[in-house]
């Protein structure tokens, strides 16, 4: 009897080990599960805002690019009256630009972006439609020299550091002379 005594209380010892150990693993996996699943919810959330970084940031150069190609025409072309055409864009163009800005603020984490984006805005909204469309022809091109210098410049730093920002392993060169961003303003 002794044996048989001893033999159940060693099966319900086993049996309390057993159910004991199965716990401990259990709770064990959890833990790893839900670390995993924190782990890939976090990689989504990051790849989530490096795709809307990525679309805003190349959104915000091809506004830049629109902006940029409607102040050329508005000071290059000839006649005052296709100058005055090109420049019916211009608010609609500042106004999508400016939203776009406001925007960066929200995601970009660069103050290089940030910087850059704000210098070019200024340097637009700066410019002056009816010194453009009345002025003579030398102050319209030193306007226009003027505008290119800053918004070429501001357009590569933010193209740069949007670059930078994204992981991309070799950022664009900042160009040391101003170049047109439009390459056919007539």
């Not at 453009?132 to 210098?149: F, V």
Request: aromatic share 6%; hydrophobic share 45%; charged share 20%.
């Amino acid at each position: 009897m002794d044996a048989v005594i001893a033999g159940l209380v060693g099966s319900f010892g086993g049996v309390i080990v057993g159910a004991f150990a199965q716990a401990v693993h259990a709770n064990r996996q959890r833990r790893w599960q839900v670390a995993d699943l924190d782990r890939a919810e976090a990689k989504d959330r990051k790849n989530r805002l490096w795709e809307d970084r990525r679309a805003l940031y190349a959104g915000t150069l091809t506004a830049m690019d629109e902006l940029v190609e409607v102040i050329n025409r508005s000071l290059v072309l000839e006649s005052a009256e296709a100058r005055s055409e090109a420049m019916d864009a211009l608010p609609d163009r500042l106004h999508g630009l400016s939203r776009r800005v406001s925007e960066l603020r929200m995601v970009s984490e660069s103050d290089r972006v940030m910087g850059a984006a704000v210098t070019f805005l200024r340097a637009a909204t700066d410019y002056s439609p009816t010194a453009a469309l009345n002025g003579p022809g030398t102050s319209r091109l030193a306007m226009w020299a003027e505008i290119q210098a800053t918004t070429t410049n501001a357009f590569h730093v933010f193209h740069s550091a949007a670059r930078q920002e994204l992981g991309f392993a070799v950022p664009l060169p900042t160009p040391s002379s101003p170049q047109s961003n439009s390459a056919n303003v007539s």
